[in-house]
């Protein structure tokens, strides 16, 4: 059974939405799981109305406001099926998608080496896929994908629950964002998705939403951020890749004085190799185009919506 995790923070209206797509739904065979991060829009007024008129199950926990990783740990802890599905608010499921995604899931219930699923998304006003088309492969981790398929945009994304139970998002204090390929990395170094090409998944990027403010996420949550390009700089395939997060890795510790960065860095030798590189960029006066131009060709630092 699948648990569809919806975390929302001040989104009624288009929670309603969303709720009218899951409504729709040829198969039932699901739960919705409401992770409410500190709304204070009368999204509980809502979600009261909302389970009345559900036929399937709706779990509603509402949390003091901490960032969507923290909603994203509160799901995985409460989650009682065997498959979760990220489902954003202001996002929507096409009519079969629950019943695809049920039929997909005996494909991979028994392959201890698979995560999940992973799909396109698609525009929720045109259709089109959001990127590029998924390769034509049947099993890839999400690294592989963009990395060596050289695939861009985001994704659905179904995971096995006993999975992201071992895999929790770090919670730093006074911070309230981390880019979910601090995760999301360490789960694809030793598990790989199913691949799918079926449109389940619709979407619209909202102005006041995270993809639309990474800067100014970034420099509020200097520690997540700086765990983003270490996960980036960590787990590049290619070696080019590898330096450029690297030293941005270096430059960025250096800029918001944080600590440790040395210490927990993997690879010290190239940690110390590096360095010096990262002095001269720092003397230029951190060159703004530097980290525009890697951030921008990889998913590694594009934020959820």
Same mark, same amino acid.
């Given at each position: ?10 989104? &009624? ?11 729709? !739904? ?9 992770? *409410? ?6 999204? *509980? ?18 949390? !003091? $406001? ?6 994203? %740990? ?21 009519? $079969? ?6 039929? &997909?899931?005996?494909?991979? *219930? ?19 896929? /959001? ?9 890839? =981790? ?17 995971? #096995? ?12 204090? %006074? ?20 691949? /799918? #090409? ?7 990027? !909202?102005?006041?939403?995270? =993809?639309?403010? +990474? ?5 509020? %949550?200097?520690?997540?951020? =700086? ?14 890749? #590898?330096? %450029?997060?690297? +030293? ?12 440790? =960065?040395?210490?927990?860095?993997? $690879?010290?030798?190239?940690?110390? +190799?590096?360095?010096? +590189? ?28």
């Amino acid at each position: 059974m699948i648990t569809v995790f919806t975390p929302t923070y001040n989104r &009624k209206e288009l929670l309603k939405r969303c709720f009218n797509s899951l409504l729709q !739904q040829t198969d039932k065979n699901f739960k919705w799981l409401i992770v *409410d991060d500190g709304s204070i829009d009368d999204t *509980d007024k809502l979600v009261s109305i909302l389970k009345k008129e559900a036929p399937f199950e709706i779990i509603y926990f509402y949390q !003091q $406001n901490g960032g969507k990783h923290r909603a994203h %740990n509160t799901a995985v802890k409460l989650c009682d099926t065997n498959y979760f599905l990220i489902l954003d608010s202001d996002d929507i499921l096409s009519k $079969n998608a629950i019943e695809v995604l049920n039929k &997909k899931i005996s494909l991979i *219930d028994n392959q201890n080496n698979i995560s999940g699923i992973l799909g396109n998304r698609f525009y929720i006003e045109n259709q089109k896929v /959001i990127g590029t088309v998924v390769p034509d492969i049947k099993y890839a =981790s999400g690294i592989e994908l963009y990395q060596k398929y050289n695939f861009k945009g985001d994704t659905l994304r179904l995971y #096995k629950t006993k999975i992201l139970k071992e895999y929790l998002f770090p919670e730093i204090p %006074n911070e309230k964002f981390i880019s979910e390929n601090v995760v999301f990395d360490r789960i694809d170094q030793k598990y790989k998705f199913l691949i /799918i #090409k079926d449109k389940l998944y619709l979407c619209e990027y !909202q102005e006041n939403g995270y =993809s639309n403010s +990474i800067n100014k996420l970034k420099y509020n %949550n200097p520690i997540g951020y =700086s765990l983003s390009l270490k996960s980036a700089s960590e787990t590049a395939i290619n070696f080019g890749q #590898k330096i %450029n997060w690297t +030293i941005l890795y270096i430059i960025w510790c250096k800029k918001m004085k944080l600590k440790n =960065s040395f210490k927990e860095y993997k $690879n010290k030798i190239l940690y110390v +190799i590096l360095y010096p +590189i990262s002095q001269v960029f720092i003397l230029m006066r951190y060159p703004r185009f530097f980290f525009k131009i890697f951030e921008n060709e990889s998913f590694h630092l594009k934020s959820s919506k």
